[in-house]
């Protein structure tokens, strides 16, 4: 099973809203990620977890606040955000964090701030 | 700065046609080269990788690339291209420490949108 699930598939929310997006992952991986992508754009990364504690955070606004609460389970709390956040956000596992580690995407949650 | 390019973004092909998607990116030292395909509605799946060895690499449904590192390039063929093949298609690189990556960090090229004609 090469499956990495993701909830809410849409999630709309006001600039004053809190929200979280859930990952969940069984393969037994151990790094999982997220991305954002906007619109005719490539995927660009945002958090990379690494046996559950946080390894890369690519210089994200303090409104995303990534939390790994086991192995399967990534999520990404969301306060205060812009417009220009709207975006599909996509979550990725793989076995670790070596560069040869193939990367299994979720279907992404799309979120739109108004 | 790292990057990947794709030349192409939009392709527009007859079904049986040859497809070949081109992929560069700007590293010098070791990379590991990634092909994803995106199909509509669909989440990203990985349609073949190389790391090493044989130049050429099969994947999934028919696809395969070659990586020619005197041209740093990573090009996407398939011989004989079905409607279903439409989908958006990603190069992505991921190098390591020595050429400034971060591990685990995909870099994606901008994509190149393929439709292909009944």
């Known amino acids: 099973d090469t499956e990495v699930t993701q909830t809410p598939k849409h999630l709309v929310m006001g600039m004053t809203n809190k929200k979280s997006l859930k990952c969940e992952q069984h393969?037994?991986?151990?790094?999982m990620y997220w991305y954002k992508q906007k619109a005719k754009k490539p995927p660009e990364l945002m958090f990379v977890y690494s046996y559950e504690k946080l390894s890369i955070n690519e210089s994200v606004p303090s409104r995303f606040s990534p939390e790994c609460p086991n192995s399967s389970l990534l999520n990404l709390h969301l306060h205060a955000l812009q417009p220009e956040d709207s975006a599909l956000y996509l979550c990725?596992?793989?076995?670790?964090?070596?560069?040869?580690?193939?990367?299994?995407f979720g279907p992404g949650t799309r979120l739109l701030v108004l | 700065a790292q990057s990947v390019s794709q030349h192409n973004h939009h392709v527009i092909l007859s079904e049986a046609a040859s497809l070949e998607l081109g992929c560069n990116y700007s590293y010098g030292g070791t990379v590991n080269l990634f092909w994803y395909v995106q199909y509509p509605g669909q989440h990203l799946q990985l349609l073949l990788k190389y790391f090493s060895g044989d130049p050429l690499v099969k994947g999934i449904k028919g696809f395969e690339a070659e990586f020619i590192k005197s041209k740093f390039s990573f090009n996407l063929r398939k011989p004989s291209v079905q409607w279903s093949d439409t989908a958006e298609y990603f190069c992505a690189v991921k190098s390591g420490p020595e050429n400034g990556g971060s591990q685990g960090n995909l870099i994606f090229g901008k994509g190149t949108k393929l439709s292909v004609k009944p």
């Open positions: 990725a596992s793989s076995q670790g964090l070596a560069a040869r580690e193939t990367q299994y």
């Open positions: 393969m037994g991986h151990r790094a």
